[in-house]
């Protein structure tokens, strides 16, 4: 069962959406200011957040910056009128999982409420399906980096490394493809599960947080940049 947080003043959305989350069979609460919503998030008792950006009290951006800064990873789908690429590449730097615009097809935003809870070991579907295969590979290593798949937590050496969701699903596709150069093309589709404006430099933030979190404070550079074609797992060591 999904239970579902919708962030959203406009009364006339609210409404419709819970309509159609209720004849999904998701359970859904409703919060109109970001005071609120982070409370309710915070409570731990909501696996999935529909966050819109402009809100009272506290705005989308200052929400997910207060979650995530609390280290909570519940997925967040941000559903906004806001359609600048700017507005787009600043939620998912500090935390959202997705975004989708305004006037938007509630087909589409059930498609990618499933697929983010596919993502975080919820299963929309079949949640057992989804658990045995992550039985089958418990963890990744590439050097002196580990990453539990299980547990989702990520060491250098015997240093515990911290992640928000999307950095740990970049990390892992680049540990299930070490020494491989990954395109910035094969990373939106792997990352995100749908193509962004090829000119957004989403990808090259995404990459940058997760070298300062697994490179910055180490000699040897794990994340190597391949210019004109993408990034690539790779020793920098000789």
Same mark, same amino acid.
């Given at each position: 069962?999904?239970?579902?947080?919708?962030?959203?003043? $406009?009364?006339?959305?609210?409404?419709?959406?819970? /309509?159609? %989350?209720?004849? !999904?069979?998701?359970?859904?609460?409703?919060?109109?200011?970001?005071?609120?919503?982070?409370? /309710?998030?915070?409570?731990? =008792? %909501?696996? @999935?957040?529909?966050?819109?950006?402009?809100? +009272? &009290?506290?705005?989308?951006?200052?929400?997910?910056?207060?979650? &995530?800064?609390?280290?909570?990873?519940? +997925?967040?789908?941000?559903?906004?009128?806001? =359609?600048?690429?700017?507005? &787009?590449?600043?939620?998912?730097?500090?935390? #959202?999982?997705? %975004? !989708?615009?305004? +006037?938007?097809? @509630?087909?589409?935003?059930? #498609?990618?409420?499933?697929?983010?809870?596919?993502?975080?070991?919820?299963?929309?579907? *079949?949640?057992?399906?989804?658990k045995a295969s992550a039985e089958t590979e418990k963890f990744l290593s590439y050097q *002196?980096?580990? @990453? *539990?798949?299980?547990? =989702?937590?990520?060491?250098?050496?015997?240093?515990?490394?911290?992640?928000? #969701?999307?950095?740990?699903?970049?990390?892992?596709?680049?540990?299930?493809? +070490?020494?491989?150069?990954?395109?910035?093309?094969?990373?939106?589709?792997?990352?995100?599960?749908? *193509? @962004?404006?090829?000119?957004?430099?989403?990808?090259?933030?995404?990459?940058?947080?997760?070298?300062?979190?697994?490179? /910055?404070? %180490? $000699?040897?550079?794990?994340?190597?940049?391949?210019?004109?074609?993408?990034y690539v797992l790779k020793s920098d060591q000789?």
């Open positions: 069962m999904i239970n579902l947080l919708v962030v959203e003043d $406009d009364e006339i959305i609210s409404s419709l959406l819970k /309509k159609g %989350f209720d004849e !999904l069979g998701y359970q859904s609460e409703f919060v109109n200011n970001g005071e609120g919503a982070v409370k /309710k998030i915070v409570s731990g =008792q %909501f696996n @999935f957040v529909i966050l819109d950006l402009m809100l +009272p &009290r506290l705005s989308g951006i200052q929400v997910l910056q207060e979650i &995530r800064n609390q280290n909570i990873k519940t +997925p967040v789908l941000v559903l906004s009128a806001k =359609q600048n690429v700017e507005d &787009r590449v600043r939620a998912l730097e500090v935390g #959202a999982d997705d %975004f !989708l615009i305004k +006037p938007f097809a @509630f087909s589409e935003l059930s #498609a990618r409420i499933k697929s983010l809870m596919r993502r975080h070991s919820y299963s929309v579907e *079949d949640s057992k399906a989804i *002196d980096l580990k @990453f *539990d798949l299980l547990k =989702q937590e990520v060491r250098r050496g015997d240093t515990k490394i911290d992640m928000h #969701a999307k950095e740990l699903s970049l990390l892992e596709y680049f540990m299930k493809n +070490p020494e491989n150069v990954l395109s910035k093309m094969m990373i939106l589709e792997h990352v995100w599960g749908y *193509d @962004f404006d090829p000119q957004t430099n989403v990808v090259d933030v995404l990459v940058c947080r997760l070298r300062n979190k697994i490179d /910055k404070d %180490f $000699d040897t550079k794990l994340i190597q940049t391949r210019r004109g074609l993408g000789k």
